[in-house]
């Protein structure tokens, strides 16, 4: 690992790390495992993707999970950002993806059940709610799908302090939350996923 593995800094870049302990083609139709290198996202059925490498490690870098962290996970998908998520928080945290389409829902906790995690798991979401609710408030909350605009449900579900990464716009955005409960936005590129849908 070692060079791969460290930033221009010389620490140990985390995300990579789980990159390398979470392999994207256990999270992959059968026929698209073979492209499991492409810097592209891969079409996993219903309309989803599982994301592009780059944009996921771009989003897992501003998110900034630390051990022991609560996670949401909101359009959890294959459940590779699940199980990414997990692989960061370690068994001392916790992360709940959420996915609106059951047969994804079916196929995500397939995968994530084989990285032996039982930390993290996804449960199917509820009509007409964003995130979920019941566990909140949750020290990181990335989102994998483009909102029309910053949702509250989801910053009602942010612990103070906390971090939300989601695509607004077509912008990736960033939100901190302090201890005082005081929010924070800034933009970090412009970036294209699929919209952000409340209903199954």
Same mark, same amino acid.
């Given at each position: 690992?070692?060079?791969?593995?460290?930033?221009?800094?010389? $620490?140990?870049? $985390?995300?990579? +790390?789980?990159?390398?302990?979470?392999?994207?083609?256990?999270?992959?139709?059968?026929?698209? #495992?073979?492209? !499991?290198?492409f810097? =592209?996202?891969?079409?996993?059925?219903?309309? &989803?993707?599982?994301? &592009?490498? $780059?944009?996921?490690a771009?989003?897992?870098?501003?998110?900034e999970?630390?051990?022991g *962290?609560?996670?949401?996970?909101?359009?959890?998908?294959?459940? /590779?950002?699940?199980?990414?998520?997990?692989?960061?928080?370690?068994?001392?945290?916790?992360?709940?993806?959420?996915?609106? =389409? %059951?047969?994804?829902? #079916?196929?995500? $906790?397939?995968?994530?059940?084989?990285?032996?995690?039982?930390?993290?798991?996804?449960e199917?979401?509820?009509? *007409?709610?964003?995130? /979920?609710? %019941? =566990?909140?408030? +949750?020290?990181?909350?990335?989102?994998?799908?483009?909102?029309? !605009?910053?949702?509250k =449900?989801?910053?009602?579900?942010?612990?103070? %302090?906390?971090?939300?990464?989601?695509?607004?716009?077509?912008?990736?955005?960033?939100?901190?939350?302090?201890?005082?409960?005081?929010?924070?936005?800034?933009?970090?590129?412009?970036?294209r996923?699929?919209?952000?849908?409340?209903?199954?």
């Amino acid at each position: 690992m070692g060079q791969t593995l460290r930033c221009l800094t010389g $620490r140990v870049d $985390r995300v990579l +790390y789980a990159f390398s302990a979470i392999p994207r083609e256990g999270f992959l139709p059968p026929e698209e #495992r073979d492209f !499991a290198g492409f810097d =592209e996202p891969l079409p996993i059925g219903h309309g &989803q993707t599982n994301s &592009q490498p $780059r944009t996921v490690a771009d989003m897992l870098r501003l998110l900034e999970v630390a051990p022991g *962290d609560k996670v949401l996970d909101v359009g959890s998908g294959s459940g /590779w950002t699940t199980a990414l998520l997990a692989h960061l928080t370690g068994p001392e945290g916790s992360v709940v993806g959420v996915e609106l =389409e %059951p047969t994804l829902v #079916r196929f995500g $906790r397939r995968n994530l059940a084989a990285t032996d995690q039982p930390w993290a798991r996804i449960e199917k979401a509820k009509r *007409d709610v964003l995130g /979920w609710p %019941p =566990e909140a408030a +949750y020290d990181r909350i990335l989102v994998s799908a483009e909102a029309e !605009a910053l949702p509250k =449900e989801l910053m009602d579900q942010l612990a103070s %302090p906390g971090r939300m990464v989601i695509p607004v716009a077509g912008l990736m955005m960033l939100v901190e939350r302090n201890a005082t409960g005081t929010a924070r936005l800034s933009s970090h590129g412009w970036y294209r996923f699929v919209p952000l849908r409340r209903k199954p």
